[in-house]
């Protein structure tokens, strides 16, 4: 499949690295490409590429164009800019895998969640508000990256991830990629419709203080009855 991947950061890179593995083709989606390229160090974007040369960089808009499946991996703060400015054809009958969070940092840790994406309202809501056409499915956005594609890390994989949206297909879709990283039927837990993000995203209000706390962020919510 194409995969579009919008975001750089630590998670876009994790993921493309896993799609690339299973033989997907991976397009990561930045501002500006030759001002991503064009940062170096350690963590850069271009020192990752170096050793996965089989990602492609584009622009937001190109990389959706072609892309079969899109996700987000934005920041949260930033998120809803870039998606106002997609062209919705690029995202019409696409799905949207949308994991970020609206976190916001902006007097410290832990964050609140941004205003006017809390309590009534969520990202996964929000994008789907702008782009009507599109099929977003929020999924993988309450645990830390190392798990979204490795659940088998802890206790066998056994613990929970949510999705919810709109599209019962596009979630199945999802479901049967999540499959193929280790999740199960069992480990999957579907919501309902994409107003559920409102919770999934307000968990990262409790996530953040248990990592505060414990000083690990390696951890994840198992249903206990
Ligand atoms: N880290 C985790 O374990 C984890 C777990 C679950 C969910 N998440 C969520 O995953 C998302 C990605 O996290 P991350 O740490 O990989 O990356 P991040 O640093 O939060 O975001 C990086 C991406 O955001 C874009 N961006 C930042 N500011 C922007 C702006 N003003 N306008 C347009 N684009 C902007 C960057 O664009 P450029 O490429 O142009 O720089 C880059 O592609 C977040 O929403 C986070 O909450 C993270």
């Known amino acids: 499949m194409n995969i579009a991947i919008l975001g750089t950061g630590s998670v876009g890179q994790t993921l493309a690295e896993k799609f690339i593995s299973q033989g997907h083709t991976v397009i990561i989606g930045t501002r500006n490409v030759e001002d991503t390229l064009a940062k170096t160090g350690p963590t ?3 020192e990752w590429q ?3 040369t089989a990602a492609h960089l584009k622009t937001f808009n190109e990389a959706t164009k072609e892309a079969e499946i899109i996700v987000n991996a934005l920041n949260g703060n930033a998120t809803l800019t870039v998606f106002q400015a997609l062209d919705a054809a690029n ?3 696409k799905i949207v895998i949308d994991l970020s969070n ?3 940092f902006s007097k410290g840790f832990p964050p609140s969640l941004l205003e006017g994406l809390n309590n009534t309202n969520s990202l996964g809501e929000a994008i789907q508000q702008i782009h009507p056409l599109a099929h977003v ?3 993988l956005n309450t645990m830390w990256c190392g798990f979204m594609l490795a659940p088998n890390l802890i206790q ?3 613990h929970i991830n949510f999705l919810c949206g709109n599209d019962q297909k596009s979630k199945e879709t999802v479901a049967q990629l999540l499959i193929t990283f280790g ?3 069992e480990t999957l837990l579907d919501l309902g419709d994409i107003t559920n993000a409102r919770g999934t995203e307000g968990y990262l209000l409790l996530w953040t203080r248990i990592y505060a706390a414990t000083k ?3 951890f994840n919510l198992q249903l206990v009855k």
């Open 91 to 93: 995202l019409e009958k």
């Open 50 to 52: 170096s050793k996965n």
């Open 156 to 158: 066998g994989g056994s």
């Open 183 to 185: 999740w199960t039927n």
């Open 216 to 218: 690990n962020g390696a």
């Open 137 to 139: 499915v929020k999924t």
């Open 44 to 46: 850069s974007f271009s």
């Open 102 to 104: 609206p976190l916001d």
